[in-house]
Protein backbone atom coordinates (compact mmCIF):
# COMPACT_ATOMS: atom_id res chain seq x y z
CA UNK A 1 0.00 0.00 0.00
CA UNK A 2 1.48 3.49 -0.97
CA UNK A 3 1.64 5.36 2.29
CA UNK A 4 3.76 8.03 4.48
CA UNK A 5 4.60 6.84 7.62
CA UNK A 6 5.50 8.60 11.14
CA UNK A 7 7.12 7.53 13.89
CA UNK A 8 6.08 7.91 16.73
CA UNK A 9 2.56 9.23 16.56
CA UNK A 10 2.67 10.31 19.89
CA UNK A 11 5.20 11.78 22.06
CA UNK A 12 5.59 13.64 25.45
CA UNK A 13 9.42 14.65 26.51
CA UNK A 14 10.99 17.11 28.65
CA UNK A 15 11.98 20.63 27.27
CA UNK A 16 15.91 20.24 26.08
CA UNK A 17 15.87 16.62 25.65
CA UNK A 18 16.59 15.94 21.86
CA UNK A 19 14.23 13.67 19.68
CA UNK A 20 14.00 12.59 16.27
CA UNK A 21 10.63 12.11 14.66
CA UNK A 22 10.77 9.70 11.51
CA UNK A 23 9.58 10.17 8.06
CA UNK A 24 9.01 7.29 4.98
CA UNK A 25 7.66 6.70 2.24
CA UNK A 26 7.27 3.94 -0.03
CA UNK A 27 5.95 5.72 -3.36
CA UNK A 28 9.83 6.56 -4.78
CA UNK A 29 8.71 10.56 -4.40
CA UNK A 30 11.33 13.46 -4.64
CA UNK A 31 9.79 16.20 -2.61
CA UNK A 32 9.18 15.66 0.97
CA UNK A 33 8.26 18.09 3.31
CA UNK A 34 7.53 18.63 7.23
CA UNK A 35 4.73 20.68 8.60
CA UNK A 36 3.17 22.04 11.96
CA UNK A 37 -0.50 22.59 12.72
CA UNK A 38 -1.50 24.54 15.57
CA UNK A 39 -5.34 26.10 16.01
CA UNK A 40 -6.07 29.37 13.88
CA UNK A 41 -2.41 29.12 12.11
CA UNK A 42 -3.45 26.31 9.64
CA UNK A 43 -0.34 24.12 8.42
CA UNK A 44 3.04 25.50 8.44
CA UNK A 45 6.26 24.32 6.60
CA UNK A 46 9.07 23.84 8.23
CA UNK A 47 11.50 21.83 5.75
CA UNK A 48 11.59 20.38 2.96
CA UNK A 49 13.47 18.33 0.09
CA UNK A 50 13.39 18.28 -3.38
CA UNK A 51 15.36 15.35 -3.56
CA UNK A 52 18.24 13.71 -1.90
CA UNK A 53 21.18 15.82 -0.58
CA UNK A 54 18.87 19.02 -1.17
CA UNK A 55 17.23 20.65 1.66
CA UNK A 56 15.73 24.21 2.36
CA UNK A 57 14.12 26.50 5.02
CA UNK A 58 10.26 26.46 5.30
CA UNK A 59 8.66 29.47 7.24
CA UNK A 60 9.53 28.50 9.99
CA UNK A 61 12.77 26.41 10.33
CA UNK A 62 13.96 27.82 13.92
CA UNK A 63 14.42 24.93 16.06
CA UNK A 64 14.42 21.85 13.85
CA UNK A 65 16.91 20.62 11.85
CA UNK A 66 16.38 17.58 8.99
CA UNK A 67 18.64 15.67 6.80
CA UNK A 68 17.93 13.29 3.14
CA UNK A 69 20.32 11.19 3.03
CA UNK A 70 18.13 8.45 1.45
CA UNK A 71 14.71 8.99 -1.09
CA UNK A 72 12.54 7.51 1.26
CA UNK A 73 13.51 8.62 4.17
CA UNK A 74 13.06 12.80 5.73
CA UNK A 75 13.53 12.69 9.66
CA UNK A 76 12.78 15.58 11.49
CA UNK A 77 15.26 16.77 14.90
CA UNK A 78 14.16 18.68 17.50
CA UNK A 79 18.16 18.76 19.14
CA UNK A 80 16.31 20.79 22.27
CA UNK A 81 13.02 20.96 22.11
CA UNK A 82 10.85 23.98 24.11
CA UNK A 83 7.10 24.00 24.99
CA UNK A 84 6.29 26.52 21.78
CA UNK A 85 7.20 23.24 19.84
CA UNK A 86 4.39 21.34 21.31
CA UNK A 87 2.75 20.92 17.99
CA UNK A 88 0.60 18.18 15.69
CA UNK A 89 3.53 17.92 12.95
CA UNK A 90 2.74 16.37 9.48
CA UNK A 91 5.27 14.61 6.95
CA UNK A 92 4.28 14.56 3.25
CA UNK A 93 5.71 13.68 0.08
CA UNK A 94 4.64 13.97 -3.49
CA UNK A 95 6.05 13.79 -7.20
CA UNK A 96 7.55 17.41 -6.89
CA UNK A 97 6.23 20.67 -4.89
CA UNK A 98 4.15 23.15 -7.49
CA UNK A 99 1.66 21.04 -9.50
CA UNK A 100 1.55 17.76 -7.29
CA UNK A 101 -0.84 16.08 -4.65
CA UNK A 102 1.06 16.15 -1.52
CA UNK A 103 0.78 12.67 0.27
CA UNK A 104 0.45 13.07 4.03
CA UNK A 105 1.43 10.96 6.76
CA UNK A 106 -0.78 10.32 9.89
CA UNK A 107 0.39 12.87 11.84
CA UNK A 108 2.54 13.17 15.41
CA UNK A 109 1.47 14.86 18.39
CA UNK A 110 4.31 16.23 20.35
CA UNK A 111 4.18 17.65 23.66
CA UNK A 112 7.12 19.20 25.40
CA UNK A 113 6.55 20.21 29.43
CA UNK B 1 6.66 35.76 -1.87
CA UNK B 2 3.58 34.10 -1.48
CA UNK B 3 0.37 33.84 1.08
CA UNK B 4 -2.90 32.80 1.69
CA UNK B 5 -5.91 34.39 3.14
CA UNK B 6 -8.98 32.00 3.91
CA UNK B 7 -11.76 34.71 4.60
CA UNK B 8 -13.69 32.84 6.79
CA UNK B 9 -12.60 30.53 9.84
CA UNK B 10 -16.05 29.12 10.69
CA UNK B 11 -18.74 28.78 7.77
CA UNK B 12 -21.91 27.20 8.81
CA UNK B 13 -24.71 25.50 6.57
CA UNK B 14 -27.48 23.30 6.37
CA UNK B 15 -27.71 20.03 4.58
CA UNK B 16 -28.88 20.44 0.93
CA UNK B 17 -27.61 23.71 0.90
CA UNK B 18 -24.95 25.63 -0.84
CA UNK B 19 -21.14 25.91 -0.02
CA UNK B 20 -18.68 28.74 -0.39
CA UNK B 21 -15.37 28.90 1.12
CA UNK B 22 -13.52 31.74 -0.19
CA UNK B 23 -9.65 32.01 -0.36
CA UNK B 24 -7.50 34.96 -1.76
CA UNK B 25 -3.55 34.29 -3.12
CA UNK B 26 -1.01 36.56 -3.63
CA UNK B 27 2.50 35.21 -5.64
CA UNK B 28 4.89 37.04 -7.17
CA UNK B 29 4.60 33.80 -10.29
CA UNK B 30 2.08 32.00 -11.76
CA UNK B 31 0.92 30.03 -8.89
CA UNK B 32 -0.75 26.70 -8.57
CA UNK B 33 -3.35 26.51 -6.00
CA UNK B 34 -4.80 23.69 -4.06
CA UNK B 35 -7.68 23.17 -1.44
CA UNK B 36 -7.19 20.26 0.93
CA UNK B 37 -9.80 18.72 3.39
CA UNK B 38 -9.05 17.22 6.93
CA UNK B 39 -11.95 15.31 8.94
CA UNK B 40 -11.34 14.95 12.37
CA UNK B 41 -8.61 13.41 13.72
CA UNK B 42 -7.63 12.56 9.91
CA UNK B 43 -4.87 13.21 7.47
CA UNK B 44 -5.40 15.60 4.92
CA UNK B 45 -6.88 14.58 1.53
CA UNK B 46 -6.32 16.76 -2.05
CA UNK B 47 -10.17 17.99 -3.04
CA UNK B 48 -8.38 19.98 -6.14
CA UNK B 49 -5.89 21.50 -8.09
CA UNK B 50 -5.38 24.46 -10.20
CA UNK B 51 -1.80 24.22 -12.58
CA UNK B 52 -2.52 26.75 -14.91
CA UNK B 53 -5.22 24.73 -17.13
CA UNK B 54 -8.67 25.36 -17.05
CA UNK B 55 -10.23 27.99 -14.31
CA UNK B 56 -12.65 26.25 -13.62
CA UNK B 57 -11.64 22.97 -11.58
CA UNK B 58 -13.84 19.59 -10.60
CA UNK B 59 -13.02 18.09 -7.53
CA UNK B 60 -13.89 14.74 -5.17
CA UNK B 61 -16.79 14.67 -4.00
CA UNK B 62 -19.16 17.41 -6.16
CA UNK B 63 -16.43 20.31 -4.77
CA UNK B 64 -15.22 22.71 -7.42
CA UNK B 65 -13.33 25.96 -7.66
CA UNK B 66 -12.56 28.40 -10.42
CA UNK B 67 -9.33 30.44 -10.25
CA UNK B 68 -9.90 34.35 -10.81
CA UNK B 69 -6.48 36.03 -11.98
CA UNK B 70 -7.84 39.66 -11.74
CA UNK B 71 -9.39 38.99 -8.14
CA UNK B 72 -6.88 36.72 -6.84
CA UNK B 73 -9.40 34.33 -5.51
CA UNK B 74 -9.77 30.37 -5.87
CA UNK B 75 -12.94 29.71 -3.93
CA UNK B 76 -14.65 26.54 -2.94
CA UNK B 77 -18.00 25.67 -3.87
CA UNK B 78 -20.55 22.48 -3.55
CA UNK B 79 -23.63 22.88 -4.82
CA UNK B 80 -25.21 21.25 -1.90
CA UNK B 81 -23.87 20.46 1.33
CA UNK B 82 -24.05 16.86 3.07
CA UNK B 83 -23.48 15.86 6.69
CA UNK B 84 -20.14 13.65 5.69
CA UNK B 85 -18.67 17.47 4.41
CA UNK B 86 -18.25 18.70 7.71
CA UNK B 87 -14.52 18.89 8.11
CA UNK B 88 -11.56 21.61 7.96
CA UNK B 89 -10.55 22.93 4.65
CA UNK B 90 -7.20 24.75 3.30
CA UNK B 91 -6.50 26.75 0.49
CA UNK B 92 -2.96 26.57 -0.40
CA UNK B 93 -0.47 28.06 -3.14
CA UNK B 94 2.68 26.97 -4.67
CA UNK B 95 4.19 29.76 -7.00
CA UNK B 96 7.67 29.61 -6.69
CA UNK B 97 9.62 30.10 -9.85
CA UNK B 98 11.79 26.98 -11.44
CA UNK B 99 15.68 27.31 -9.89
CA UNK B 100 14.50 29.80 -7.59
CA UNK B 101 15.07 30.06 -3.55
CA UNK B 102 11.23 29.50 -2.76
CA UNK B 103 10.56 26.77 -5.51
CA UNK B 104 9.21 24.09 -3.03
CA UNK B 105 7.58 26.26 -0.72
CA UNK B 106 4.56 25.46 0.47
CA UNK B 107 2.07 27.96 1.88
CA UNK B 108 -1.10 26.86 3.79
CA UNK B 109 -4.29 28.99 4.72
CA UNK B 110 -4.98 29.44 8.36
CA UNK B 111 -8.18 26.77 7.95
CA UNK B 112 -12.13 27.32 7.62
CA UNK B 113 -14.11 25.12 9.37
CA UNK B 114 -17.24 23.98 7.52
CA UNK B 115 -20.04 22.71 9.92
CA UNK B 116 -23.18 21.34 8.23
CA UNK B 117 -26.67 20.95 10.16
CA UNK B 118 -29.24 18.46 9.68
Known amino acids: EAQVTQNPRYLITVTGKKLTVTCSQN?????MSWYRQDPGLGLRQIYY???????DKGDVPEGYKVSRKEKRNFPLILESPSPNQTSLYFC????????????FGPGTRLTVT | AQSVTQLDSHVSVSEGTPVLLRCNYS??????LFWYVQHPNKGLQLLLK??????LVKGINGFEAEFKKSETSFHLTKPSAHMSDAAEYFC????????????????FGQGTILTVHP
Open chain 1, 92 to 103: ASSLGSRIYEQY
Open chain 1, 27 to 31: MNHEY
Open chain 1, 49 to 55: SMNVEVT
Open chain 2, 27 to 32: SSYSPS
Open chain 2, 50 to 55: YTSAAT
Open chain 2, 92 to 107: VVSSGDAGGTSYGKLT
